[in-house]
Structures are given as structure tokens and as C-alpha cells.
């Protein structure tokens, strides 16, 4: 069962890191670092941080550095917030959800240049046409059997 609390915590201090990260830390080689996931452990001792970064000329590993020399600060920003009684250890982590995606669609470009189907499209086709007759569910024939439950007296057991 997922933990509501827990859910609510994690939107919570992503929404202070987010913030702390544009508004109060002052460090132009985080500019254009997200927070976009956070994950509190089921025991609120461990945090996982994922971040991604745009327009940021700084590598995965550097801007990972740079995020884990502020954790203090961070973890002050957490506590300052009094949504725990205990500060979390904070990792972080390069979230690569972006990248995945961007790999996905040019594997998917590649596959649909490869396979060129427009000579065998038909918008006339009619469906019916390839389907066996007795695979064929008639929504208007079939009705006649539901209307007898509507026939039935309330008194009847069932």
C-alpha cells in the first residue's frame, strides 16, 4: 500500500529544492538545474535526488559535485520547511528519463523510415470484409436477451 504521507512529503521537498535551487542558491554553474524526482525512503532516513539540466554547459558529474558541496544548504532548506523531525542522508543522481526518451523516438523514427507501408494503405478498406462471421459480436441482436432481466419482479430471489 502506498503511503500517502510519504507521497505528499516527496512532492513537498521537491518543491523546496526546486526552489532553493532558482531563488536563493547563487551559483550561475547551477543555473538550469531541476529537481524532477525526489524519493524518501519508507523509514524518512534516505532521500534520493534525481536532477536534469538544460542549456547548462556543465556535465552530469560536475553539476552532481556542485549539488552535493551545497547539501548542507539543502538540508537546511528541508529543515527550515519543519516537515520532519529528522534531515534525510541526501544522494543524488542524474536523471536520464529525457535522454531515454530521446533515444526511443529516433529508434522509432529509424523503424518507421524502414518500413514503408504507404503503397498497401487503403482507407476504403472495410473492416468486415476480414472478419469471419462468426467472430462478429451484433451489439443489436443481443440486446433482446438483456431486456428480459428488466422483466423480472423485485420480489423473486435470486
Known sequence: MKSFRLERLQNEIRKILNNALSTKLNDPRLDWVIISEVILS???????????????????????????KASGFIKKQIAGAKLMRTIPEITFHYDETEERAARVDALLASVKDDFDDDDEYDPDIDIDDY????????FDEDEDEFDDIDDLDDDEDY
Not at 532521500?47 to 554547459?57: D, E, I, R, S
Not at 472478419?131 to 451484433?138: A, G, N, P, S
Open 131 to 138: 472478419l469471419d462471421e462468426d467472430e462478429v459480436f451484433d
Open 42 to 68: 519508507k523509514d524518512l532516513n534516505y532521500l534520493k535526488v534525481y536532477f536534469t539540466h538544460y542549456n547548462n554547459p556543465h556535465s552530469h558529474e560536475q553539476i552532481k559535485e556542485l549539488l552535493e
